[in-house]
């Protein structure tokens, strides 16, 4: 990514983030960069192949962050708690990128709102199979692996929306406490069942 590239990108995370998609004029973007507002359209064909770019790289990076922080990790209970820790501290880090991503997916046309999902899809299927790896090994308890995937990212996603960087808790702290709750819940089922 050049350097104005990256210089427009950064502008326009700040600007959706703090306005919206919708809000945000070309004209603003411009602006915060100190260029003209032709010169954007030598960068991106858009304001939506700008917004696509954002999502489509937060997507590939949050991607690459949990498959690379899973490669060496042995052991269901603890691959499901470094897949939370990984998702939480990715959202808290990324704050704005994420907030994005999850927020303005309305904004993108149906081909590129299409790509996202698949990428979206594909990223979920990583906690799926870790669940469902969990459940037939007798780590957690049987139950709708798709569904409580879903549960277990929208509850992990929410941090982007309301983290306060320098807040009362660090980024860790925070992830520590997602990565208990979720993982007591997944056992707590299944020692409910045995004690039933």
Request: proline content about 1%; charged content about 25%; overall charge positive.
């Amino acid at each position: 990514m050049t350097a104005m590239k990256n210089t427009i990108t950064k502008a326009a995370i700040d600007l959706f983030f703090k306005k919206g998609y919708y809000a945000t004029s070309i004209s603003e973007i411009a602006r915060a960069c100190g260029i003209q507002k032709a010169s954007i359209y030598y960068h991106f064909a858009s304001k939506e192949d700008l917004l696509f770019s954002i999502m489509h790289d937060t997507m590939a990076a949050l991607t690459d962050y949990l498959r690379r922080n899973l490669e060496k990790v042995n052991g269901i209970e603890e691959r499901m708690r470094r897949a939370v820790r990984c998702h939480v501290r990715f959202h808290l880090e990324h704050q704005k990128e994420t907030f994005i991503a999850s927020s303005e997916l309305r904004g993108l046309c149906n081909r590129n709102y299409l790509q996202i999902v698949a990428m979206r899809d594909e990223y979920e299927e990583i906690f799926q199979e870790l669940i469902a790896a969990g459940t037939r090994q007798g780590v957690f308890a049987p139950c709708d692996v798709k569904i409580l995937s879903y549960a277990i990212l929208t509850l992990c996603t929410a941090g982007a929306f309301w983290f306060k960087p320098g807040g009362r808790l660090t980024v860790d702290e925070i992830a520590a406490i997602y990565e208990n709750f979720i993982i007591s819940g997944l056992k707590q089922g299944r020692i409910e069942r045995l004690s039933a």
